[in-house]
């Protein structure tokens, strides 16, 4: 079966539909995403997403920026983050996103590594408050057509030059799709491992096909480990306790009760400590206390983690909860420029698999946001600006037997690259 779009981006997380949302409604638009469009790892955000408050702020959230990523960050793409950082704020609120507010000015929260208030939240669920108004306005476009449960498995590509993508839906039908220009907005790559907050069919199946085709990637060993989940023997994701309880005053403690950290330091730093500590005790965790946080505080900014922590049997009111690192965040990806172009002509990634360099070795808390929307915005505008229909000469013949097992092969190749890419810097 074949499908013909102008512009086809694969994943429905900010980055997939705010990329769709900045093109012009004169172009067709075809948005596939692995899953259900509202189970990306953008709707589980919690802590909130960061913004430039005044110019006398740019250079504490620049050196912020650098310092939490071991200053192997791309100078002229965290410039790009934060100059972008006010205009993209603007655009959500048109969209109907509600971040707190005292009165009428925004309330500002912070977070580890952070020097200073500068985080716009909803609750703590900003990225759900975010991702649903997105979605909700992609799906009233009437351009945008969002096709669900369908898993890419391949690129359509001729003398490296991106054509479209081959995928198959939840029954095993395998369909090509052709476009003039492809966006891969897949996400991160928390499948692939035992103990991460991400989704599990998140599985970096865009790394697979950059290394199958020879597209340039970036950092790929530069995987980010979360101080603070939720510890429990189930299994399945686990549940992610923001970085902004410790920015409003939580501490980490060991089995005796004793503080063993600075909590606002980078995750890196809070991680290391707390790998060591559980070493140091021979125990599977350490101890979250919210003891310092105002009771009507804990329910009104974080209901979520309260809600879901009680569901646990823990009543963080009352009590420390357990908290264990995992796996959380991807600062590597495909290699890509400022505007989200990758080596492939006539391809595009932005979001968590795209690597342009903002996160350097360890990303900041709640830059994440900021920087998928920045860079999908950059690369739909910089698509517009190019534009030129491609001439599609000849359809490929799908094989769906081609494709038996991939999913194991992919996995493989991704994590052997990723080893291969720690090797190389012992």
Not at 158 to 163: A, F, I, L, P, Y
Not at 232 to 251: C, D, M, Q, W, Y
Request: proline residues 2%.
């Amino acid at each position: 079966m074949i499908m013909n779009t102008d512009i086809l981006i694969v994943g429905s997380g900010v980055a997939g539909l705010y990329c769709a949302l900045n093109l012009p409604e004169n172009k067709n638009v075809v948005i596939v995403t692995k899953s259900e469009a509202s189970k990306s790892d953008s709707f589980l955000a919690q802590g909130g997403i960061c913004v430039l408050r005044d110019e006398n702020d740019y250079e504490s959230f620049y050196d912020d920026t650098m310092k939490a990523g071991h200053y192997e960050n791309n100078p002229h793409s965290v410039d790009i983050m934060i100059r972008m950082s006010q205009e993209i704020i603007g655009d959500l609120v048109s969209y109907g996103v509600r971040f707190e507010k005292n009165g009428n000015e925004f309330t500002y929260t912070r977070e580890g590594a952070h020097s200073r208030p500068r985080i716009l939240f909803h609750e703590d669920e900003t990225g759900k408050e975010i991702t649903s108004h997105l979605l909700s306005v992609a799906k009233e476009r009437r351009n945008i057509q969002l096709i669900e449960n369908f898993t890419m498995v391949d690129l359509i590509c001729h003398e490296n030059r991106c054509e479209g993508i081959v995928g198959h839906d939840k029954d095993g039908n395998y369909k090509s799709i052709y476009a003039d220009y492809t966006v891969l907005a897949t996400g991160g790559i928390g499948g692939l491992f035992e103990h991460s907050t991400n989704y599990r069919h998140l599985t970096g199946d865009a790394l697979a096909l950059a290394l199958k085709y020879g597209i340039e990637l970036r950092h790929i060993d530069y995987i980010q480990i979360h101080p603070t989940t939720l510890y429990t023997k189930k299994n399945g994701r686990e549940f992610l306790i923001s970085e902004s309880v410790r920015g409003e005053g939580a501490v980490l403690l060991n089995a005796k009760g004793e503080r063993f950290v600075n909590e606002l330091m980078p995750r890196d730093v809070v991680a290391n400590a707390i790998f060591e500590e559980m070493k140091k005790e021979g125990s599977e965790c350490v101890w979250l206390s919210m003891a310092s946080i105002p009771e009507k505080e804990i329910r009104t900014h974080f209901p979520n983690i309260y809600n879901h922590c009680l569901e646990e049997g823990y009543d963080v009111t009352k009590e420390p909860i357990p908290v264990v690192p995992s796996q959380h965040y991807f600062m590597g990806g495909i290699d890509v420029d400022h505007s989200s172009k990758t080596s492939m002509d006539r391809l595009y990634a932005v979001g968590e698999t795209a690597c342009n360099g903002v996160h350097g070795r360890n990303r900041l808390a709640s830059n994440s946001l900021l920087e998928s929307l920045v860079f999908a915005k950059r690369a739909a505008e910089n698509i517009i600006e190019i534009y030129d229909k491609s001439e599609r000469k000849s359809y490929v013949e799908i094989d769906a037997e081609d494709y038996n097992g991939y999913q194991e092969k992919y996995r493989q190749w991704v994590l052997e690259a990723i080893e291969k890419e720690k090797r190389s810097h012992e």
